[in-house]
């Protein structure tokens, strides 16, 4: 039988009105451990479900055959499937190669790769599953550790049985770069969670590792040229030459390619820390603390600079094996520049015009530093000027509008914009943002241009203990965007699929389920705390600064805002939910008022308890046990609103007008640095109570 789209054949339930009333938080974690079909993420291109007899029943062995002796990193693979289903069961299943053609897994591998992934690597992969077997079939290597990654994820739970069900698929990427950006300048971030993050990374199919190694607070490499660079800018955290050398070569045993970055002219400090006679204005400098785009920046008129640059970038490339190298390039403001009159001089007797002329000079500088070295020079919007080389690569956050522009001017680029995981939107934002909309009218040979994307985890308000719960499980839904077809863009099939995903994701060894943690905090407690923190989310965009500005690196992340998730579950529920009731013509007899009820109630109680917890009086305390009240004060409102429904009453207004005092207070952002998402859907039942007649607000599908 032929295959077809994915978009008309795959067979997921949906998340619709039916399935809202009975879906609570709980129900979302039994759908994580027994989903009616395999929950597979990205989608792929081409899937049938049910196509043959004979799913494989998973039992204390999975036995499974290679076409090539020597293919060490798929062995690997098939072990850590092996790792993961052992976790996900709770009993142990135990991986052996044999050679059999009977083998419960048949891999076959047409061209066996290179040990380090390159872009444009041929990943496709065909997955048959029937009669007991399941045939994995891939031109590359590459190819088939995606196929891999596909079969761990399609692991089921049939009652006592845990079975790989029939299928058949063939998939391949939609666009070839598919990252995920780590900044580990900002707040350091060690081995560990670059290790389980790249195993993360593998499981969806993402395959670059963009690494952010400099910034103003912090230069987290060693240098073996320049040694002060380390010694000064890193406060004793950065990664050796021999541990970057493990991150390449771990990320290339799962197929995935590791692209340093170190940023200049701007965002320089940790630099010029060490070396201020590079800076445009004289030091001393030190490290910043805060956050923000600062003035240091270095000299592109210096000699000198060019000759370290040549030197480290030298010693990087080395230790760095993929053809492309990011310089960052963003945010010079421009204000040591302007006020240096040698370097003003230097614009006008070279002429350069401008600031903007004078960055391009660098960057040629920079460029030729490494082709010399084989690298192609990969950098943010800001480097897009005339007289760029048109090799180099451009990694736009300004968005498609953007980096449409560079389409069209012949430079390849890959797309940020959309995907900023730190800003903390829900994952339907960012599954619905493209690197090539709909509405492009780029022609074929510029979308070409167009790589595909990642994800930026940028670090000010992530340690190790709280960074997996703000990468996953929404960079899964980023993850589908760059792999699965154009087409697949339905967010409540995304959203049904997604906590199969996250159970998934923490099989394969992320932490996000493990936070956060409450030491010493009695059960009861524990569990009201983190309710608390799943009725709010962290606030949008780059408010958080402005809320909490004493905030500095060394400030401990251990607040309401880092324990609760960028995509709350049971608000989302709760909004989908009233959607579903609204919709349904507002009856006050509908089963989805008790949803909404027992929800409010789990709310109200929580907030009750938490704002207990919250007993001290110094500032933070103070409004955290008000943001608690605030809590219960806006389930109260949302319980009498369901109560007066229920009861086919009207609200009256002198009790609706506090109400709605209620809801205007807890909608402004407070120094707590999180917001409530439901209060959209607590609008809207107020006004469904105090006006039957007149219809509430629609609500989007997310929030």
């Known amino acids: 039988m032929p295959l077809k789209n994915s978009s008309t054949v795959y067979l997921f339930k949906q998340l619709g009105a039916g399935i809202a009333v009975g879906m609570a938080v709980a129900a979302i974690a039994r759908a994580a451990d027994h989903p009616s079909s395999p929950a ?6 081409q899937l049938q479900l049910g196509t043959a007899q004979g799913e494989i029943v998973v039992q204390e062995t999975l036995s ?40 419960q897994l048949l891999i076959t591998i047409a061209h066996p790769t290179d040990a ?42 049939q009652g006592d049985r ?24 900002r707040h350091w971030q060690p081995m560990a969670v670059i290790k389980r993050n790249l195993d993360g990374m593998a499981l969806v199919k993402l395959n670059v590792l963009h690494l952010h190694l400099t910034d103003d607070q912090g230069f987290r490499v060693e ?60 030091g001393p400098y030190r490290i910043e603390r805060h956050w923000g785009v600062f003035n240091p920046v270095l000299d592109p008129t210096n000699e000198k600079t060019y000759a370290l640059l ?101 430079y390849a680029g890959i797309l940020a914009n959309g995907y900023y995981i730190d800003l903390n939107f829900p994952a339907r934002d960012h599954y619905l943002s493209d690197p090539l909309p709909a509405d492009s009218t780029l022609n074929a040979e510029q979308r070409a241009h167009v790589l595909g994307g990642e994800a930026p985890m940028w670090a000010e308000w992530v340690n190790p203990d709280n960074i997996d719960t703000r990468i996953w499980p929404r960079t899964a839904a980023i993850a589908e965007r ?41 059960a009861p407690m524990a569990k009201a705390l983190a309710l608390l923190a799943n009725a709010v989310e962290p606030v949008k965009k780059y408010q958080r600064g402005g809320l909490q500005p004493d905030h500095v690196q060394s400030t401990p992340l251990n607040q309401l805002a880092d324990w609760s998730r960028p995509n709350s579950t049971s608000a989302r529920i709760f909004n989908e939910t009233f959607q579903a009731w609204l919709e349904n013509g507002s009856s006050n007899h509908d089963a989805r008022l008790d949803v909404m009820e027992k929800q409010l109630r789990v709310w109200q109680e929580a907030g009750s308890r938490s704002a207990d917890f919250f007993s001290g009086t110094d500032r933070v305390s103070v409004a955290q046990r008000q943001t608690a009240a605030a809590l219960r004060a806006i389930s109260d409102v949302g319980l009498e609103c369901v109560k007066a429904i229920r009861d086919r009453r009207l609200v009256a207004q002198e009790t609706a007008q506090p109400a709605r005092a209620i809801l205007d207070q807890a909608a402004i952002p407070t120094s707590t640095a999180v917001e409530f998402p439901f209060l959209p859907s607590l609008r809207g039942l107020l006004s469904a109570a105090t006006a039957r007649e007149s219809s509430a607000p629609i609500l989007p599908q997310d929030h």
């Open 40 to 45: 597979l993420m990205p989608l792929p291109s």
């Open 64 to 103: 499974f055959s290679l076409s090539s002796k020597d293919e060490p990193r798929v062995e690997a693979a098939v072990a850590r499937l092996g790792q993961a289903w052992t976790r996900h069961l709770g009993r142990s299943v135990r991986v052996a190669l044999t050679n059999a053609m009977r083998a």
């Open 116 to 157: 380090l992934p390159a872009l444009g690597d041929n990943e496709s992969y065909q997955l048959k599953v029937s009669q007991g077997q399941a045939v994995l079939t891939a031109e590359t290597t590459v190819g088939a550790l995606r196929g891999l990654a596909t079969l761990q994820q399609a692991l089921m739970l």
């Open 162 to 185: 845990a079975v790989v069900p029939a299928m058949a698929i063939e998939d391949s990427p939609r666009f070839p770069w598919r990252g995920l950006m780590i900044d580990v300048s």
């Open 223 to 282: 240098s073996r040229t320049h040694p002060e660079l380390t010694a000064k800018g890193s406060d004793g955290n950065y990664f050796t030459q021999e541990q970057l050398s493990e991150i390449v070569a771990y990320a290339a045993e799962r197929g995935i390619r590791v692209v340093p970055e170190f940023d200049v002219p701007g965002h320089a400090t940790s630099w010029v820390v060490s070396h201020p006679e590079l800076a445009s204005q004289p």
């Open 310 to 410: 040549s030197d480290f970038f030298g010693e990087m490339c080395a230790l760095f094996p993929d053809a492309f190298f990011h310089i960052g390039g963003d945010e010079n403001n421009g204000v040591q520049w302007n006020a240096n009159p040698r370097i003003q001089a230097f614009i006008r007797e070279h002429g350069l015009k401008d600031n903007a002329g004078l960055h391009n000079y660098f960057n040629q500088r920079v460029s030729e530093i490494l082709r010399r070295q084989g690298k192609r020079l990969l950098g943010w919007d800001e480097i897009l000027n005339p007289g760029l080389p048109p090799e180099s690569v451009i990694d736009s956050w300004r968005g498609p509008d953007a980096l449409a522009e560079a389409a069209r001017r012949g």
């Open 482 to 522: 760059f792999w699965s077809p154009a087409a697949v863009r339905d967010v409540a099939d995304m959203y049904a699929r997604l906590p199969a995903i996250d159970r998934a994701l923490q099989d394969a060894g992320l932490r996000q389920g493990d936070w956060p943690v409450f030491p010493g905090v009695a």
